[in-house]
């Protein structure tokens, strides 16, 4: 009673040839754009107060890296603070309105408002009541990350296989089992959907948030707030440098959680197997 | 009652009793059910289709109660009688975040029983149903017909005293449906269970069954009560014997009968 045997996933060899050719490319056309970037302005004459040259903004990196660096790690924590918050918050809502229809008829319509009201509209409250600094900004992340975090989160434990349901109750599952072996289970892949969205708008919610509620002291602050900072200095090189730190916040973000996705859903799950790029 | 002398499982204890049972949903879907399944009996349930076939089922489970009329199962309501059936449902129904064994484990699992023991009989199980050498794979990993069998032995490892089995193999291709029936005699050969099975198939209702209960549409009743008479020891060969083909035959008749009725 031998059956066919299990099917193994491919890859291999040709896979990685594939892979390398690519980030070779795509290296290549970066370093491409920096030398057109570096030749305009030789040629242009362009101030650098309006466009500096990405040497420049390379040795401004480096001089001013500690600077630099802590303004990355304050929205780092603030950003990470806010998400991590909105996952745990968002999943107990989730939990509440996966409890019946009733519950999500009344309260999906405030997750709506959650979502559709501009948070720069609320910011100055939220300033208002809470003070400006790391706690605003941390509320603002918190706020809108939630949104996303509720509805897959919901949508992943309700949408189960009656089949499964009907199987726990021929076995007199307790509620506690039904929700914890099955549905809960159910709802992580989706759960994933709403921290991959979450975690994205997590990074630009930070730094808008530090763009107004920035910092409760002068010269200290997330890069938000140094952004604000150096343009009003006219430090349009730092201000590039604190771009490109803008950009790899939002990149390590994004693989941190494709890398917990992978881990805990690759030995089971269809989509983790093959990752759709947005 | 008729002056047909009576045969001795007629006096046996039955297993299922439904008495004058009928179900609504929004229109009526069964009505004016009465049979008894008796202890041994392996009973298929055929009829058009939208007759309430997998309604029985759920019934006689107590997953949907009925609106008029009684249900007994060993005696008890259904609900009360889960302990000693098992369901199998048409797909095989596998948390696909467990591995094999973990899933064959579940109803141990959800009833509590120890660890060391649940691993015990769940590889007993695995090994009887042939997926032994697979108990890490996770379901995607297996292909149909060893995803059935996976479900099988998860309903098997309860213990059940009645099975209750809503087209199990109907997704599968027709030799690997042919050889799980042939696993699936065995296994009863060897466990005595009682089944009540749904299906579509007239060739393996007949293959599989002591007694076929034919329904009728519109609503559901009960259009002919049909024993089997093929020998109780059955291997593949029988498909290809003169009796097979008459008792195919015959049902079949019945069956357009009650499409036309």
């Known amino acids: 009673m031998r059956d066919s045997d299990i099917a193994h996933a491919v890859g291999g060899a040709h896979g990685v040839r594939h892979r390398l050719l690519v980030l070779v490319n795509s290296l290549a056309i970066f370093a491409a754009f920096l030398l057109l970037w570096e030749l305009v302005i030789r040629a242009g004459h362009v101030p650098p107060f309006i466009l500096p040259s990405p040497w420049r903004v390379a040795e401004v990196i480096h001089e001013r890296f500690p600077a630099l660096a802590q303004s990355f790690m304050i929205t780092a924590v603030t950003a990470s603070v806010g998400l991590v918050a909105s996952i745990v918050a968002g999943v107990g809502v989730a939990l509440v309105f996966a409890q019946s229809r009733w519950t999500r008829r009344l309260l999906y319509p405030y997750t709506l408002l959650l979502q559709t009201v501009p948070i720069v509209a609320i910011t100055p409250l939220i300033i208002l009541w809470v003070g400006a600094g790391t706690g605003a900004v941390t509320l603002i992340t918190f706020i809108i990350c939630l949104a996303p975090i509720i509805a897959n989160t919901t949508q992943g434990l309700i949408s189960v296989d009656e089949n499964l349901i009907h199987l726990f109750l021929m076995h007199n599952a307790t509620r506690g089992q039904v929700l914890f072996k099955l549905r809960l289970r159910n709802a992580i892949p989706s759960l994933f959907v709403g921290i991959r969205i979450s975690a994205g708008i997590a990074v630009i919610g930070a730094i808008t948030g530090e763009l107004f509620a920035g910092s409760s002291s002068v010269g200290r602050g997330g890069l938000g707030y140094s952004i604000i900072y150096a343009s009003q200095q006219l430090q349009t090189d730092y201000l590039f440098a604190l771009i490109v730190a803008s950009a790899l916040l939002g990149f390590s973000f994004y693989f941190i959680v494709y890398f917990l996705e992978w881990y805990f859903l690759h030995e089971w799950h269809e989509s983790a197997r093959t990752p759709e790029v947005e | ?261």
């Open chain 2, 1 to 261: 009652m008729s002056a047909q002398p009576r045969r001795a499982q007629d006096f046996a204890v039955p297993q299922i009793e439904f008495a004058g049972v009928a179900k609504k949903y929004d229109r009526l879907i069964l009505d004016g059910l009465n049979f008894s399944v008796t202890k041994g009996d392996f009973v298929s349930i055929l009829g058009p289709s939208g007759c309430g076939k997998s309604t029985v089922l759920k019934l006689i489970s107590g997953l949907t109660p009925a609106n008029s009329g009684t249900i007994l199962v060993d005696g008890m309501t259904p609900k009360n009688a889960r302990e000693t059936m098992s369901f199998i449902f048409q797909d095989p129904t596998l948390l696909p975040w467990r591995t094999v064994r973990a899933n064959a484990g579940l109803g141990l699992e959800l009833e509590r029983v120890p660890r060391e023991k649940r691993d015990e009989k769940v590889d007993a199980l695995l090994e009887l149903v042939g997926l032994s050498h697979v108990a890490r794979a996770y379901p995607r990993q297996l292909s149909g017909g060893m995803k059935m069998r996976l479900s099988i032995a998860r309903a098997l490892a309860t213990d059940p005293r009645l099975l209750l089995m809503d087209e199990p193999f109907a997704a599968l291709d027709e030799m690997t449906r042919d050889r799980m029936n042939e696993e699936l005699l065995r296994l009863r050969d060897e466990q005595k269970w009682t089944v009540v099975f749904v299906t579509h198939s007239v060739a393996e209702a007949v293959f599989l069954s002591t007694r076929i209960i034919v329904l009728s549409a519109n609503p559901g009743r009960i259009h002919a009560d049909i024993p089997v008479m093929l020998p109780a020891a059955r291997a593949a060969d029988l498909r290809t014997t003169p009796e097979f083909e008459q008792c195919v035959t015959a049902i079949s008749r019945t069956l357009w009968e009650a499409r036309t009725a």
